[in-house]
């Protein structure tokens, strides 16, 4: 796939959309998510807080955004660069893992935030739901007669089982076990938020179940062609049977 490159105008979004991010991390990080407004942030950042109001619905969202910072686009990018011959679920499962588990400045100082702020988790989980769209349409790529709808289940539901491995990982401080009347009460007294065993891991496992879906869907791909108009033969990259 490729994509044209942005004009001015989205230039100039994009790099709102960044001061915007940055002034939301380093204000929550000075003094304390709680003691940050709208309004402070989009006077750090040199905007009115109607022009805020555009790029995001909340502080929580702008916070948590140094963090995820574009994932979607990229998880969506690294499933493009991967090789045709890859297997797709092993292409979706390694994108995912990898912009996840790839940890960077902003990471150290937010993932603290967030582990301590029921708010911020719930804003961090639900950016989840922007990997959907774009991932879709790369899967439908890659697939390509196969069907726009097939593409969006896919994409939906690995949209889902990346929440439920976070959900997973963020788990209330005493929560395990506890069950909901746990976690309401962990999240009405601004309980403590612990992150939980392998973040890899538990991606990989949250995954794993829709790895037969994308076979079949691409097993029901059009075949690839090639120069002469001859299908070429689908292969697993890990020996399995050619198809």
């Known amino acids: 796939m490729t994509t044209p490159p942005p004009g001015l105008r989205e230039r100039k979004k994009q790099a709102t959309r960044e001061a915007l991010r940055a002034a939301a991390l380093r204000l929550a990080v000075e003094r304390g998510p709680d003691r940050v407004r709208v309004e402070d942030i989009a006077e750090a950042a040199g905007v009115s807080p109607r022009t805020y109001n555009n790029y995001f619905a909340s502080r929580e969202q702008a916070i948590v955004s140094a963090l995820t910072a574009d994932r979607e686009a990229r998880i969506a990018a690294a499933v ?11 292409a979706v499962t390694e994108a995912v893992v990898e912009q996840y588990t790839n940890t960077g400045a902003p990471d150290h100082r937010v993932l603290p935030l967030i582990t301590t702020r029921p708010a911020l988790r719930d804003a961090f989980l639900d950016t989840t739901a922007g990997i959907e769209a774009p991932l879709a349409e790369v899967i439908a790529e890659r697939l390509g007669d ?9 994409a939906a539901g690995v949209t889902a089982a990346v929440r439920i491995a976070l959900e997973g990982w963020l788990r209330p ?7 909901e009347a746990g976690s309401a009460e962990s999240s009405a007294g601004g309980g403590l938020v612990v992150p939980s065993g392998s ?8 995954l ?10 691409e097993r029901n791909a059009r075949p690839r062609e090639g120069p002469a108009g001859v299908p070429v033969e689908r292969t697993r990259p890990s020996g399995g049977r050619p198809r």
């Open 146 to 154: 196969v069907g726009e709808d097939t593409a969006r289940v896919l």
């Open 173 to 179: 401080a005493g929560g395990a076990g506890a069950g």
């Open 199 to 206: 973040l890899p891991g538990r991606l990989r496992a949250a």
């Open 208 to 217: 794993a179940p829709l790895a037969p879906a994308f076979d079949a869907a």
């Open 80 to 90: 493009a660069a991967r090789p045709a011959g890859v297997r797709l679920a092993d």
